[in-house]
């Protein structure tokens, strides 16, 4: 890619790794699943009178909503409140590299290759190493919730990859909405399955912290959360992802993909600067172990450099989810969707 299209993407993978600590300095004045409704309020509105329907079914735009969005950042939020690192949580999502390509094999029939089952059992590897070693300071329940969030998420990949087939299959329907242009159906999906998640969390809020915990956080909003849900719901997920579209509709994934593995060190760093979150020896060889089996697992490894050319974008493709958590990725592929199942993971995610 041109020098403007790489700083691009390196400036978005900042944005999804920092976006673990903003979330972490949001969470101090309100109860997180509040903050979750919150902040998919703000992607909805206004954004979804400006943004047209994606092209899929309402049952896969609620799917897609439900584990990646309402499931992903309602257990990550909550794992963030209990304790769970904000640089530790960067990392530990990526799992959902590993558990899409289990997912995809076990609903899709997507037999994963030879490599990719080696990068998931690395990967896991990986995992263990980070648990044992952070085993005495975390608290065991919030080191679960993450790895449940990552499994929505991967989940929700398999549910986008699932809706893809379908609307690739013929032209969209009247209940699938309109054709859009490359790069926009992500950002749609993004913004439409926001639908499924304000009141279901609301709700949420109400019975586990009480309407006067509610209450109380809606009527002494401090700078913490009204910052931390607009950089989480504007930088994050809207420009943050809308650029990312962007580079993919311009670009082959196999140029834009790898961007994303800066995502859990920058989260790491910023999560030391800001957070005072040294990791330890344990936690930075698990960290290396396990984004070397994201990486075997998303065939990054195995890529030829090669100068990379604007291309026009295949429907389907969109953000791949090896990223932050907050970007509903919407209508992506899993691992190997248009060139095998050993193709880069435009599985997105961004979120974060």
Same mark, same amino acid.
């Given at each position: 890619?041109?020098?403007?299209?790489?700083?691009?993407?390196?400036?978005?993978?900042?944005?999804?790794?920092?976006?673990?600590?903003?979330?972490?300095?949001?969470?101090?004045?309100?109860?997180?699943?509040?903050?979750?409704?919150?902040?998919?309020?703000?992607?909805?509105?206004?954004?979804?009178?400006?943004?047209?329907?994606?092209?899929?079914?309402?049952?896969?735009?609620?799917?897609?909503?439900?584990?990646?969005?309402?499931?992903?950042?309602?257990?990550?939020?909550?794992? $963030?409140?209990?304790?769970?690192? *904000?640089? &530790? !949580? +960067? #990392? /530990?999502?990526?799992?959902?590299?590993?558990?899409?390509?289990?997912?995809?094999?076990?609903?899709?029939?997507?037999?994963?290759?030879?490599?990719?089952?080696?990068?998931?059992?690395?990967?896991?590897?990986?995992?263990?190493?980070?648990?044992?070693?952070?085993?005495?300071?975390?608290?065991?329940?919030?080191?679960?919730?993450?790895?449940?969030?990552?499994?929505?998420?991967?989940?929700?990949?398999?549910?986008?990859?699932?809706?893809?087939?379908?609307?690739?299959?013929?032209?969209?329907?009247?209940?699938?909405?309109?054709?859009?242009?490359?790069?926009?159906?992500?950002?749609?999906?993004?913004?439409?399955?926001?639908?499924?998640?304000?009141?279901?969390?609301?709700?949420?809020?109400?019975?586990?912290?009480?309407?006067?915990?509610?209450?109380?956080?809606?009527?002494?909003?401090?700078?913490?959360?009204? $910052?931390?849900?607009?950089?989480? *719901?504007? &930088? !994050? +997920? #809207? /420009?943050?992802?809308?650029?990312?579209?962007?580079?993919?509709?311009?670009?082959?994934?196999?140029?834009?993909?790898?961007?994303?593995?800066?995502?859990?060190?920058?989260?790491?760093?910023?999560?030391?600067?800001?957070?005072?979150?040294?990791?330890?020896?344990?936690?930075?060889?698990?960290?290396?172990?396990?984004?070397?089996?994201?990486?075997?697992?998303?065939?990054?490894?195995?890529?030829?450099?090669?100068?990379?050319?604007?291309?026009?974008?295949?429907?389907?493709?969109?953000?791949?989810?090896?990223?932050?958590?907050?970007?509903?990725?919407?209508?992506?592929?899993?691992?190997?969707?248009?060139?095998?199942?050993?193709?880069?993971?435009?599985?997105?995610?961004?979120?974060?």
């Amino acid at each position: 890619m041109p020098l403007r299209s790489s700083l691009l993407a390196v400036l978005v993978a900042v944005v999804w790794g920092v976006n673990f600590v903003v979330i972490d300095l949001g969470l101090g004045d309100m109860p997180p699943t509040l903050f979750v409704a919150l902040r998919f309020l703000v992607v909805l509105v206004p954004a979804i009178f400006l943004v047209p329907r994606p092209r899929a079914r309402w049952r896969d735009v609620l799917l897609v909503g439900t584990f990646m969005s309402l499931g992903q950042f309602g257990l990550l939020y909550t794992a $963030l409140a209990l304790g769970m690192p *904000a640089g &530790l !949580a +960067s #990392l /530990v999502l990526q799992a959902q590299v590993g558990l899409t390509v289990l997912f995809a094999a076990a609903a899709l029939r997507e037999v994963p290759t030879r490599s990719q089952l080696v990068g998931v059992l690395v990967g896991a590897a990986g995992l263990v190493v980070v648990a044992v070693g952070r085993s005495a300071s975390t608290p065991a329940l919030a080191f679960v919730m993450t790895l449940a969030a990552a499994a929505s998420w991967a989940v929700g990949n398999v549910v986008a990859r699932r809706a893809g087939r379908r609307r690739d299959q013929g032209s969209p329907s009247a209940n699938q909405g309109s054709a859009s242009r490359p790069g926009l159906d992500g950002l749609s999906m993004t913004v439409w399955s926001a639908l499924v998640v304000p009141l279901p969390m609301l709700g949420l809020s109400h019975a586990l912290d009480g309407p006067e915990a509610v209450g109380h956080a809606l009527t002494h909003l401090t700078p913490a959360p009204v $910052l931390s849900t607009l950089y989480t *719901a504007w &930088l !994050a +997920s #809207l /420009v943050g992802y809308g650029i990312w579209n962007t580079l993919l509709a311009r670009y082959p994934a196999s140029a834009v993909v790898p961007f994303t593995m800066l995502v859990p060190p920058v989260g790491m760093l910023a999560a030391w600067v800001v957070l005072d979150e040294v990791p330890n020896a344990a936690e930075l060889v698990g960290g290396v172990v396990l984004l070397l089996g994201v990486a075997t697992t998303t065939g990054v490894l195995r890529r030829r450099p090669r100068a990379a050319r604007p291309t026009r974008a295949e429907p389907g493709v969109v953000a791949p989810h090896t990223a932050e958590p907050g970007d509903n990725p919407g209508l992506g592929e899993v691992p190997g969707d248009r060139a095998g199942f050993g193709s880069p993971g435009a599985t997105r995610a961004r979120s974060r």
